[in-house]
């Protein structure tokens, strides 16, 4: 079992910027996949972005280039950084992190933290 703990939420102005940080129980290493998601009022989950255990990065579209994910081993956190933040942006955002043990795939969700990009 792997709990994880999102932080950092809240109300940013158009352009500004918020960090979002992720503490898992585990350490990370142990973790094949990690990485945040969020759901916007309305509309369905969708991907941010992700780092696998290779340590590489992946993002969506809407992401690249404003959004950057960094993973802290020592302090088991995955962290999210957004700058440019537009209203669009506005969502729950969701950390969430995968482990495979004996061919099985384990998903594993925090409880999410608000985002709101207003003036």
């Known amino acids: 079992q792997v709990r994880l703990v999102e932080s950092g939420g809240g109300l940013v102005q158009p352009g500004g910027s918020l960090r979002l940080s992720c503490a898992a129980s585990t350490s990370i290493f142990g973790l094949n996949v990690v990485g945040w998601y969020r759901q916007p009022p309305g509309k369905q989950r969708e991907l941010v972005g992700a780092?696998?255990?290779?340590?590489?990065?992946y993002y969506s579209d809407f992401a690249k280039g404003r959004f950057t994910i960094s993973r802290d081993t020592g302090k088991n956190t995955v962290d999210l950084q957004m700058n440019s933040l537009k209203p669009d942006d506005t969502a729950v955002y969701y950390c969430?992190?995968?482990?495979?043990?004996?061919?099985?795939?384990?998903?594993?969700w925090g409880q999410g933290t608000q985002v709101t990009v207003s003036s």
């Open positions: 969430h992190a995968e482990t495979l043990v004996g061919g099985t795939t384990y998903t594993y």
């Open positions: 780092s696998p255990r290779t340590g590489s990065r």
